[in-house]
């Protein structure tokens, strides 16, 4: 018997043919869209942990304005859990290239903690050599046995040094993200590089014989997978342990501080620790960020395709299920029971859904997740990040589907095989007197017999027609949203520059080397204009929350950014003047830090110290950092700092200018625009895959949903070829039906699309990130057109069957 049914399993997949492997395919893309993405977030952690701990990441760090000393540090060893603990230098530092000079963070060399991964050369060892990140190489074409100049103010001993080495740094693992490698006093206050020299390329005298950082490893959290939640809660509590103890150490510096200058305690300040966890060390958390990115858009792309794949599979199941009424009634004449029956069905289904899981599974690995970190690994630099198969979610994925199917079993069969027999052999009873809700309306009455025959063949089969919506809408849907994602990062830029600023250059000067006065009289003389601002990269956060980066722009004027910004409130549109009591915030850094109208905001001051501030309003922004405005006297009387105007906002034509400035003191950028331009060129690959998948699913859906169509109207068709319909009138009888449908999925796709574009666009937009959300006609039509062409293509391959009715036996169709 057991042999019969396995023959009668396997008779049963061959006849469902396309149908039976279209499901499966259907649930596998929808498997391999969660599985994969959540792989390639899992593979990215799993690296990351890897290679903090073989590079030995520092656990934690602190800081003090009065510096930390070699007492500090004995200190330090005797804490709990500390089982190695170095002092080390870090200060900005401007890279002199010839045509600008860059703000860099210079750091010392540690002995065993934040070990540098050498990717060409070895690491420096004398005072006059230098290690550079391998970002910095790339950028500005740098590399090993090139000499650099780094100018500074007396904290290094020298200013030339010599490339010895390319390195990453765990501390340090974002490549993408702008204002990632700390803050600085210069210019814009925004590294944009590190590098690394040994401990005597800094002059110890400069620092008093201090330390700017300790860097501490400690034995607390080890055995921990560093993204875990446990990791997370355990660190939180050491911090809180070891606060006291800092706060005990910064009591006694100050109290020798303020000893040695024999009671003028005025000349100091009483300055905390800072103790930062992996939060606020480096840019450590971009790792998460990316990954978050990538799991959001695991469950958005997932629920689209579940929503595809269910319906489908449901109408798939249960029409092949249904047209085999008269074998059921045959089977329970012949003897076999309800139970063996359905048993037989369910079988059918698990088989397809086995299909389905060991299918996705493969797509996962094979294709999503190369995709996803061919996406974001560039984004990172933590070596090479092997492929990853993540188990939880892989039999979640396969116990959903495996749910999905045995429901639909379960709501076809149930009921049909406890039917007669005798009910069953009679097949499909024909539904009379039952007329549609539309049928007396005035318009449809007025509609010819062709039109009005095939509008009710479309409503009449509720499965077919949910099934075909469905499936173009989910395909349709899909397309929307890359193509969405594309042209609102690629759109962004242009987007802020159109409607929020009206600037052409910025011209960026260090005021403490030299005249700002004499570049605004240069300008001047030039006829360009120009308004002239602080723009300064400073520590920002929601009240108690993580500390972000933002650019702090201050004016004298209420008016100063008139003609140059326009501070555009998010909800009313209005445009504000720079407040002189209050801040004003961009949309992403309030959506970040928790900021709302009237909420509190936190600054950190270039000693450490926390400052407060109140939110007068949101403000669009389109440029990926955060923004904070404010009036200059209100800026000094938070911060306890004057403002530095030392950038220039440029209007018109800078021909010539370059050449006169880069040789004034101070001179430190002067740069277009087209540094926040972005393509979007990433997600070419995405659309692409995206594209055949999204053309596999609809030759799939539709040529299984026309093929039975045609069959179960087979003799119906073949009765209009007799009675004098043309072959090319026939096929639009049953093309028509389809257009509509396959409008109706066009239209819904587009509505589905957009909705979830702006979710998706949510979920990636990393850090201070902003991209356009708003719905863009362009993708639905590029959409629209794709999914159009593979449709007409995929009609006209099924429509063929209709060339081989036969007309002289109309009975055997």
């Given amino acids: 018997m057991r042999k019969a049914e396995g023959k009668h399993l396997l008779r049963s997949i061959r006849k469902g043919g396309i149908s039976y492997l279209a499901v499966a395919v259907i649930a596998a893309v929808s498997i391999a869209i969660f599985h994969g993405f959540q792989s390639s977030g899992n593979a990215i952690l799993q690296q990351s942990d890897r290679y903090f701990k073989e590079n030995n990441l520092e656990t934690l760090e602190i800081a003090c304005a009065n510096g930390i000393t070699q007492a500090d540090l004995d200190a330090i060893a005797g804490w709990e859990g500390v089982t190695a603990v170095e002092g080390g230098y870090t200060d900005s530092v401007l890279l002199n290239t010839g045509q600008e000079r860059i703000l860099v963070q210079a750091r010392s060399l540690l002995d065993t903690i934040n070990q540098p991964v050498v990717i060409e050369g070895s690491l420096p060892t004398a005072a006059g050599e230098v ?7 790339r950028k500005e074409g740098i590399g090993v046995g090139d000499t650099i100049t780094l100018e500074q103010d007396g ?3 020298g200013d030339t040094f010599q490339v010895t080495a390319i390195i990453n740094m765990p501390v340090f693992c974002a490549v993408s993200l702008l204002d990632a490698r700390g803050t600085g006093t210069v210019g814009l206050g925004s590294n944009e590089y590190y590098v690394c020299l040994p401990e005597d390329a800094f002059d110890r005298d400069y620092y008093s014989d201090c330390y700017t950082t300790a860097y501490i490893d400690s034995d607390v959290l080890d055995g921990m997978y560093y993204f875990s939640n446990a990791y997370k809660e355990g660190e939180a509590a050491y911090l809180d342990r070891l606060e006291p103890l800092a706060q005990e150490r910064a ?15 005025e000349a100091f300040q009483m300055e905390d620790w ?3 966890g992996r939060e606020n060390v480096g840019d450590v958390r971009s790792v998460a960020i990316i990954v978050d990115t990538i799991y959001g858009l695991s469950y958005v792309m997932a629920l689209l395709f579940l929503l595809v794949a269910v319906v489908i599979c449901f109408a798939a199941i249960t029409r092949v299920i249904r047209e085999q009424r008269v074998l059921i009634g045959a089977q329970k004449a012949l003897g076999f029971t309800p139970g063996e029956i359905f048993k037989h069905y369910t079988l059918y289904n698990l088989s397809c859904a086995v299909l389905g899981i060991l299918l996705g599974w493969f797509l996962a690995i094979t294709v999503v997740e190369n995709l996803a970190l061919n996406i974001f690994a560039p984004k990172l630099c933590i070596g090479t990040i092997p492929l990853a198969f993540t188990w939880s979610t892989a039999l979640i994925s396969g116990v959903v589907c495996l749910a999905v199917f045995l429901i639909a079993t379960f709501a076809t069969c149930a009921k049909l095989v406890k039917e007669p027999a005798i009910d069953l052999l009679r097949g499909n009873a024909p539904t009379r007197g039952k007329r549609l809700f539309f049928e007396k309306w005035g318009g449809y009455q007025k509609l010819n017999l062709h039109s009005r025959t095939m509008i009710k063949n479309v409503l009449s089969n509720k499965g077919r027609m949910a099934a075909t919506v469905v499936g173009v809408m989910g395909c ?5 949203v890359c193509f969405s994602i594309k042209l609102g990062i690629q759109n962004a830029a242009q987007t802020h520059f159109d409607h929020y600023a009206s600037y052409d250059y910025r011209l960026v000067v260090d005021s403490q080397t030299g005249s700002v006065q004499d570049f605004a009289d240069l300008l001047d003389r030039e006829g360009i ?5 602080q723009d300064k990269l400073k520590n920002v956060r929601g009240e108690g929350g993580a500390w972000e980066t933002a650019h702090v722009v201050t004016s004298d004027d209420p008016k100063g950014l008139e003609g140059f910004f326009k501070l555009s409130d998010i909800s009313s549109d209005r445009e504000f003047l720079i407040p002189q009591g209050s801040v004003l915030v961009s949309r992403r850094a309030a959506e970040t830090m928790g900021l709302s109208v009237g909420s509190t905001m936190e600054l950190m001051d270039d000693k450490g110290r926390v400052r407060k501030a109140m939110v007068y309003g949101i403000i669009e922004h389109y440029l990926p950092y955060n923004l904070v405005v404010t009036g200059s006297r209100y800026y000094e009387q938070v911060m306890g700092e004057s403002p530095d105007p030392c950038v220039f906002l440029l209007q018109g034509d800078v021909t010539g200018l370059a050449q006169q400035v880069q040789g004034m003191d101070g001179y430190l950028s002067l740069r277009d625009n087209s540094e926040y331009t972005r393509s979007g060129r990433e997600l070419d ?5 995206c594209t055949i998948l999204s053309a596999v699913m609809l030759v799939l859906v539709l040529l299984n949903q026309i093929t039975m169509y045609i069959s179960r109207k087979a003799r119906e068709l073949a009765v209009m070829r007799v009675n004098g319909y043309t072959l090319s009138q026939t096929k639009a009888y049953v093309c028509k039906d389809n257009v509509m449908l396959i409008i109706l999925g066009l239209v819904a796709g587009c509505f589905l699309g957009v909705a979830m574009a702006y979710i998706d666009m949510r979920i990636i937009e990393a850090g201070a990130e902003h991209y356009v959300r708003t719905p863009n006609l362009i993708a639905c039509l590029l959409a629209c057109a794709i999914m159009a062409v593979f449709a007409v293509v995929v009609n006209i391959v099924a429509l063929r069957k209709i060339d081989h009715l036969s007309l002289t036996n109309v009975s055997s169709n």
Avoid: K
């Avoid at 501080?257 to 024999?262: G, I």
């Avoid at 204009?529 to 601002?533: E, G, K, N």
């Avoid at 690959?685 to 895959?689: D, M």
């Fill in 685 to 689: 690959l995405v659309i692409a895959i």
């Fill in 155 to 157: 904290c290094l001993t």
């Fill in 476 to 480: 349709t849907a899909l397309l929307v």
């Fill in 251 to 265: 009591q006694l510096r100050y109290e020798e501080l303020s000893a040695s200058v024999q009671g003028e305690a």
């Fill in 529 to 533: 204009s120009y308004t002239l601002i």
């Fill in 131 to 137: 290690a550079i990140e391998e970002n910095m190489a």
């Fill in 274 to 276: 800072v103790l930062s």
